[in-house]
């Protein structure tokens, strides 16, 4: 299902737009195109964290390869043809794998990153030519810069890279930067260049299309003669390289098969879920624990999406030890009881604390944690602390208006604050402002304080005014939120108006463990929303129908904010459907039939072997944002196994 030949290959107006991305555990990464060009800024061959999973930097672009016969110098195949009539297949799993072929030769190349090493390793095979050798020209386009910008003349004048060639190994030095390139066989003819243009444009399709002239530090190119079966590495570091490659690629195969030991044999969706699931589990160097990655080319550590992909990508995949040191993590930044809802993107920032809802979905997913290991200990020891200080903060009050009010409801936040996860901000102005008592938060909210009900039960603590307030929440939630015209809940109401556009929020109170409705509301809930939001990717942010309705998400930066929540499809939402129509329906196989589209995307679209963070909300439903998202992945995993029956539970 990951296989893709040469006529798909060959069309560049389709290849440029499917891309793979590997990564190594510590918020470095790898992407490009499947057809080997560069079709994003963020695309680069070695993307380097210097701060886990922080600070990244762009340190290669990219390798162009030419196979040349070495006695008439004639070029027998290249990478870099447009519309390339000798890349003749593309694998994604297990690792990714291009093949060129021409007269009778066939050049395989894959690429991995070391586990929680800032390196990228190639391998080079040539089969097919049994009496002779051939020549495999590799130019390499370096460029020092930070992972989100573009180079110009202008900035590519200001320093010149060092550069020293060995038999084996070529080392660059830049200030404050050094990358190290080690050959597992002699390299021929080593050439250096000076600013040469990588590419014409970038077709860039997070930005649009903008056309975009990126200028490289520096290029060199280095020959190396191959031989019929023989396998040539190459390893690209930030650091020295102590490991062979063909040490760090047995490591790298018996660490992929470790992730995936519990799936069954015919799991085979569930297996490269796995791996797609690890690739968003990094190491956090200011706490020296594990964190979650929001999204791929450009989200960092979010509380909100941490803890919303928790459960699929940690405990479904049997991740235990990663699970408790990422909660740790976050309860270590627990303030005013509030978790960060977003960490810094570079050393100099700080993090930002302006979530209502992070702190109730931590409630969420310590609730999952304990019913998959069973650690009561851990939590009582380490995570106990930090719920007692959350749910005290929202009965007393905390940041940003956020605060449980006389009918034990939640409110927060006004018209010109972004507290809920439709959260974005233009130029001062909240796009989509979601004030007051919003229907998701109050639903998280109860079941916060039932999840803290039970725990303090079974730990002997006794929280005199829990008990009376979920009395309140039982009694106001329903009589609050219903709109009785439209069979479903209000999405918010603010200033004592009930905001009655037909959003996915209200599929919360569902879905989520504890629900506050009767079966019959539930069911209309579900029908509202499917009839009204569901596209066969996910959830349209805002129904079609309304006049803010915005069907395509594209345009310049305020024309996509615009979108952003306003009919986009959204597809981490799926879960959360598919989990409310099991509750109402108990239906797996139907269950399972609404994530086809994205098990299909999964496989065909976008990134390959990845879930997108958005789609257009009109058809064909166009793949959008970072081109791989946690909790997308997260909650793909989850409902597979929570709610379709992909693992029983002695495999869960």
Same mark, same amino acid.
């Given at each position: #299902?990951?296989?893709?030949?040469?006529?798909?290959?060959?069309?560049?107006?389709?290849?440029?737009?499917?891309?793979?991305l590997v990564t190594n555990?510590? $918020?470095?990464?790898?992407?490009?195109?499947?057809?080997?060009?560069?079709?994003?800024?963020?695309?680069?061959?070695?993307?380097?964290?210097?701060?886990?999973?922080?600070?990244?930097?762009?340190?290669?672009?990219?390798?162009?390869?030419?196979?040349?016969?070495?006695?008439?110098?004639?070029?027998?195949?290249?990478?870099?043809?447009?519309?390339?009539?000798?890349?003749?297949?593309?694998?994604?799993?297990?690792?990714?794998?291009?093949?060129?072929?021409?007269?009778?030769?066939?050049?395989?190349?894959?690429?991995? #990153?070391?586990?929680?090493?800032?390196?990228?390793?190639?391998?080079?095979?040539?089969?097919?030519?049994?009496?002779?050798?051939?020549?495999?020209?590799?130019?390499?386009?370096?460029?020092?810069?930070?992972?989100?910008?573009?180079?110009?003349?202008?900035?590519?004048?200001? &320093?010149?890279?060092?550069?020293?060639?060995?038999?084996?190994?070529?080392?660059?030095?830049?200030?404050?930067?050094?990358?190290?390139?080690?050959?597992?066989?002699?390299?021929?003819?080593?050439?250096?260049?000076? +600013?040469?243009?990588?590419?014409?444009?970038?077709?860039?399709?997070?930005?649009?299309?903008?056309?975009?002239?990126?200028?490289?530090?520096?290029?060199?190119?280095?020959?190396?003669?191959?031989?019929?079966?023989?396998?040539?590495?190459?390893?690209?570091?930030?650091?020295?390289?102590?490991?062979?490659?063909?040490? !760090?690629?047995?490591?790298?195969?018996?660490?992929?098969?470790?992730?995936?030991?519990?799936?069954?044999?015919?799991?085979?969706?569930?297996?490269?879920?796995? !791996?797609?699931?690890?690739?968003?589990?990094?190491?956090?160097?200011?706490?020296?624990?594990?964190?979650?990655?929001? $999204?791929?080319?450009?989200?960092?550590?979010?509380?909100?999406?941490?803890?919303?992909?928790?459960?699929?990508?940690?405990?479904?995949?049997?991740?235990?030890?990663?699970?408790?040191?990422?909660?740790?993590?976050?309860?270590?930044?627990?303030?005013?009881? #509030?978790?960060?809802?977003?960490?810094?993107?570079?050393?100099?920032?700080?993090?930002?604390?302006?979530?209502?809802?992070?702190?109730?979905?931590?409630?969420?997913?310590?609730?999952?944690?304990?019913?998959?290991?069973?650690?009561?200990?851990?939590?009582?020891?380490?995570?106990?602390?930090?719920?007692?200080?959350?749910?005290?903060?929202?009965?007393?009050?905390?940041?940003?208006?956020?605060? #449980?009010?006389?009918?034990?409801?939640?409110?927060?936040?006004? +018209?010109?604050?972004?507290?809920?996860?439709?959260?974005?901000?233009?130029?001062?102005?909240?796009?989509?402002?979601?004030? $007051?008592?919003?229907?998701?938060?109050?639903?998280?909210?109860? &079941?916060?304080?039932?999840?803290?009900?039970?725990? @303090? @039960?079974?730990?002997?603590?006794?929280?005199?005014?829990?008990?009376?307030?979920?009395?309140?929440?039982?009694?106001?939630?329903?009589?609050?939120?219903?709109?009785?015209?439209?069979?479903?809940?209000?999405?918010?109401?603010?200033?004592?108006?009930?905001?009655?556009q037909i959003r996915p929020?209200?599929?919360?109170?569902?879905?989520?463990?504890?629900?506050?409705?009767?079966?019959?509301?539930?069911?209309?809930?579900?029908?509202?929303?499917?009839?009204?939001?569901?596209?066969?990717?996910?959830?349209?942010? !805002?129904?079609?129908?309304?006049?803010?309705?915005?069907?395509?998400?594209?345009?310049?930066?305020?024309?996509?904010?615009?979108?952003?929540?306003?009919?986009?499809?959204?597809?981490?939402?799926?879960g959360h459907f598919v989990?409310?129509?099991?509750?109402?329906?108990? &239906?797996?196989?139907?269950?399972?039939?609404?994530?086809? $589209?994205?098990?299909?995307?999964?496989?065909?679209?976008?990134?390959?072997?990845?879930?997108?963070?958005?789609?257009?909300? &009109?058809?064909?439903?166009?793949?959008?944002?970072?081109?791989?998202?946690?909790?997308?992945?997260?909650?793909?995993?989850?409902?597979?196994?929570?709610?379709?029956?992909?693992?029983?539970?002695?495999?869960?």
């Amino acid at each position: #299902m990951t296989f893709f030949s040469k006529s798909l290959l060959s069309n560049d107006h389709i290849s440029s737009f499917k891309e793979y991305l590997v990564t190594n555990g510590s $918020g470095s990464y790898c992407a490009g195109a499947i057809n080997q060009q560069l079709s994003r800024g963020f695309h680069g061959l070695l993307v380097s964290s210097f701060q886990p999973p922080i600070n990244r930097y762009l340190l290669l672009h990219k390798i162009e390869e030419t196979l040349i016969d070495p006695v008439s110098e004639k070029t027998i195949c290249s990478s870099q043809q447009k519309n390339n009539p000798y890349l003749d297949s593309f694998y994604r799993f297990p690792l990714p794998t291009w093949t060129y072929s021409t007269e009778g030769l066939q050049l395989e190349k894959k690429l991995f #990153m070391p586990h929680e090493q800032e390196k990228v390793v190639l391998c080079y095979q040539l089969s097919g030519i049994p009496e002779k050798e051939v020549i495999l020209r590799l130019e390499f386009i370096c460029n020092f810069r930070k992972f989100d910008e573009y180079s110009t003349r202008q900035t590519l004048k200001k &320093n010149t890279p060092q550069i020293l060639s060995q038999s084996k190994q070529i080392t660059i030095q830049y200030p404050g930067i050094s990358l190290w390139v080690s050959f597992s066989h002699s390299f021929q003819n080593f050439l250096q260049f000076q +600013e040469m243009k990588t590419s014409d444009y970038q077709l860039d399709h997070n930005y649009c299309g903008i056309k975009k002239n990126e200028y490289s530090l520096m290029t060199f190119s280095v020959d190396l003669s191959l031989s019929n079966d023989q396998q040539y590495f190459i390893t690209i570091s930030n650091q020295p390289n102590p490991i062979a490659a063909q040490e !760090l690629l047995l490591l790298e195969r018996q660490r992929q098969k470790k992730l995936t030991y519990h799936c069954p044999k015919d799991k085979q969706i569930l297996k490269d879920l796995l !791996l797609a699931a690890d690739q968003f589990i990094v190491n956090r160097k200011s706490i020296g624990g594990k964190t979650i990655l929001a $999204g791929y080319p450009w989200f960092f550590d979010w509380g909100r999406d941490s803890m919303i992909a928790f459960t699929g990508l940690t405990l479904c995949t049997r991740r235990f030890d990663e699970a408790r040191s990422i909660l740790k993590t976050f309860a270590h930044y627990c303030n005013q009881g #509030m978790l960060p809802n977003k960490f810094p993107d570079w050393p100099d920032e700080k993090i930002k604390y302006n979530t209502i809802d992070a702190s109730l979905w931590f409630f969420y997913a310590v609730d999952k944690f304990v019913t998959y290991t069973k650690d009561h200990d851990f939590i009582k020891k380490e995570i106990y602390p930090a719920l007692k200080k959350i749910l005290q903060a929202y009965y007393k009050g905390t940041r940003y208006g956020i605060s #449980m009010d006389e009918d034990g409801l939640v409110t927060g936040g006004d +018209e010109n604050t972004q507290l809920t996860w439709m959260d974005v901000k233009y130029q001062g102005v909240a796009i989509t402002p979601r004030y $007051g008592k919003a229907v998701e938060i109050n639903a998280l909210w109860y &079941n916060a304080l039932k999840i803290m009900e039970k725990l @303090s @039960s079974e730990f002997g603590d006794s929280i005199t005014w829990l008990k009376s307030v979920i009395l309140k929440v039982e009694e106001n939630y329903i009589p609050f939120f219903w709109n009785q015209k439209q069979n479903c809940l209000y999405d918010y109401v603010a200033e004592n108006k009930p905001n009655e556009q037909i959003r996915p929020n209200q599929i919360f109170s569902v879905s989520l463990p504890y629900s506050l409705l009767n079966r019959k509301q539930a069911m209309l809930v579900v029908n509202q929303v499917r009839e009204k939001l569901w596209t066969p990717l996910g959830l349209r942010s !805002l129904a079609d129908e309304d006049a803010g309705y915005q069907g395509i998400y594209q345009g310049n930066l305020k024309q996509r904010d615009y979108c952003y929540h306003q009919g986009t499809v959204w597809s981490w939402l799926a879960g959360h459907f598919v989990t409310a129509y099991q509750k109402v329906y108990q &239906n797996p196989w139907q269950a399972k039939k609404f994530l086809e $589209g994205l098990i299909q995307h999964f496989y065909q679209d976008g990134c390959i072997g990845s879930i997108s963070e958005v789609f257009d909300g &009109n058809p064909p439903h166009t793949a959008r944002g970072c081109f791989a998202q946690a909790w997308s992945v997260g909650e793909l995993i989850r409902t597979l196994v929570e709610d379709c029956g992909e693992l029983d539970e002695e495999q869960r």
